[in-house]
């Protein structure tokens, strides 16, 4: 079992930044392949940012790519989401997942745990 703590999500105002945390507990981190999603209020769940377990594969999708950056510290067993120039399209609750599928990086159902979520919001 692996447990994930998202935080470091607020408000902030458009054009602004923010860093989010998920840190792991439960079982070493590096064998897993992370990443972040976003659920808005109507809207389905989607990928913004995912890493594969050797960190050698990295999914953005055009939406965030040039503004979102995915990492990770394996030593720390946290994986972190830098967003940069944020729209209030970015507005969501944003959690973290790892898993061990060899699906698509951006396929949620490819990570078996989640976070409990952290709510970003972008005033205009």
């Known amino acids: 079992q692996v447990q994930l703590v998202e935080t470091g999500g607020g408000l902030v105002q458009a054009g602004g930044s923010l860093r989010l945390s998920c840190a792991a507990s439960?079982?070493?981190?590096?064998?897993?392949?992370v990443g972040w999603f976003r659920q808005a209020p109507g809207k389905e769940r989607e990928c913004v940012a995912a890493m594969s377990r050797s960190g050698g594969l990295t999914y953005l999708p055009s939406s965030v790519k040039g503004r979102f950056t995915i990492s990770r510290d394996n030593t720390k067993n946290t994986v972190y989401l830098q967003m940069n120039t944020l729209k209030p399209e970015d507005t969501a609750v944003y959690y973290c997942a790892a898993g061990f599928s060899l699906t698509a990086l951006s396929d949620s159902d490819g990570y078996e745990y989640w976070g409990q979520g952290t709510q970003v919001t972008v005033s205009s």
């Open positions: 439960g079982r070493t981190f590096i064998n897993y392949r």
